[in-house]
């Protein structure tokens, strides 16, 4: 199995920049690859951004020029920064990792709002 913790959500101004955390622990080596997604306010998920164990990236159109998707050398946690964020941006992030099974983990809350 694999757990998965995301971190560094909360309250920013229009404009602001958050850097998430997804920490993979438990049979990590199974991973190919870490997507970040959103759930803006019940709606469905949003994928937002992928990196794969080789440290290929891969970005949806409504953010490739504002986020940046990226992994540590251990390659256990991986980040997304986000830049220029606006209210669209707000929802719970969460992190997924595919390899043989798929995971996810709880999310964390990024609210955007002056």
């Known amino acids: 199995q694999v757990q998965l913790v995301e971190s560094g959500g909360g309250l920013v101004q229009p404009g602001g920049s958050l850097r998430l955390s997804c920490v993979a622990s438990?049979?990590?080596?199974?991973?190919?690859?870490i997507a970040w997604y959103r759930r803006p306010g019940g709606s469905q998920h949003e994928w937002l951004a992928s990196i794969t164990s080789t440290g290929s990236t891969d970005y949806a159109t409504s953010v490739k020029d504002r986020f940046t998707i990226s992994r540590n050398t251990a390659g256990n946690t991986v980040y997304l920064q986000m830049n220029s964020l606006n209210a669209a941006d707000t929802g719970v992030y969460y992190c997924?990792?595919?390899?043989?099974?798929?995971?996810w983990g709880q999310g964390t809350q990024v609210t955007v709002s002056s």
């Open positions: 438990g049979n990590i080596f199974d991973i190919n690859t």
């Open positions: 997924q990792s595919m390899g043989s099974r798929t995971y």
